[in-house]
């Protein structure tokens, strides 16, 4: 069974960097059938995708978010990572990393989530 | 705003039936791409419960079903139960000139009366 586990601190003041890391067990990240990406969920309200990452390093971001969007993957730990840079206010959210399946476009496994509040 | 719409909340009594919109454009559903639905229990992550418009997880049981039909989908979801109360997700694949991008609805509250 393939578990996802989100990491990272959970204050940044604004400004500066969110990173995150997610953990991946049960499952290898490099295997070429899943890409690997960021959602995030303000209190309250939907979901928004942030970005994804295949193990060969090739990546797409939300042209919302691209500017600031860095996700990068670390197979040897069975990792990939998120930073957001000069947060705000409105990137408060809970971060979920979750695998996705190649060409069918959906998302099958999740992180539980992780809070991460901007404010100094 | 989300690019897929559904209504912000449905309700029903044990064993009714419900449905669920979500509607969306000609560069998403409208497109030909695929409708997704999840299941938010209240503190917990998504759970994929249908994908690839009508098709279940192991383990979802078959009283949900999902359905596309042009550039909108459903879920429906029959012999409501209490533990369906829950917030529901659409997400579909959004391709324009402005990018391209994975997309969710807004959500919708099912209260189970």
């Known amino acids: 069974q393939v578990q996802l586990q989100e990491s990272g601190p959970g204050l940044v003041k604004p400004s500066q960097t969110l990173s995150l890391t997610c953990t991946v067990s049960g499952g290898s990240i490099s295997s070429g059938s899943y890409y690997w990406s960021w959602i995030r969920q303000p209190a309250g309200k939907g979901l928004e995708w942030i970005g994804r990452?295949?193990?060969?390093?090739?990546?797409n971001y939300n042209p919302s978010l691209k500017s600031r969007v860095t996700i990068s993957v670390d197979t040897s730990k069975n990792q990939f990572s998120l930073k957001l840079s000069s947060v705000t206010a409105a990137d408060t959210a809970v971060y979920y990393c979750a695998r996705g399946q190649v060409y069918r476009y959906y998302f099958d496994y999740w992180g539980q989530g992780t809070l991460v509040t901007v404010s100094s | 705003q989300s690019v897929l719409t559904q209504p912000p909340s449905v309700s029903g009594a044990p064993g009714q039936r419900v449905t669920i919109s979500c509607t969306g454009s000609?560069?998403?559903?409208?497109?030909?791409?695929?409708v997704h639905w999840y299941q938010q229990l209240p503190g917990t992550a998504p759970k994929l419960l249908i994908y690839?418009?009508?098709n279940r997880p192991s383990g979802v049981p078959d009283r949900f079903s999902g359905s596309k039909s042009g550039t909108s989908a459903s879920l429906a979801i029959t012999g409501l139960q209490a533990e369906d109360e829950a917030d529901y997700y659409c997400?579909?694949?959004?391709?324009?000139?402005?990018?391209?991008?994975?997309?969710f609805g807004g959500g919708t509250k099912l209260t189970v009366l």
């Open positions: 990452i295949y193990t060969s390093g090739s990546t």
């Open positions: 000609s560069s998403n559903i409208g497109a030909g791409y695929d």
């Open positions: 690839g418009n009508s």
């Open positions: 997400q579909s694949y959004d391709s324009s000139l402005s990018g391209s991008k994975w997309v």
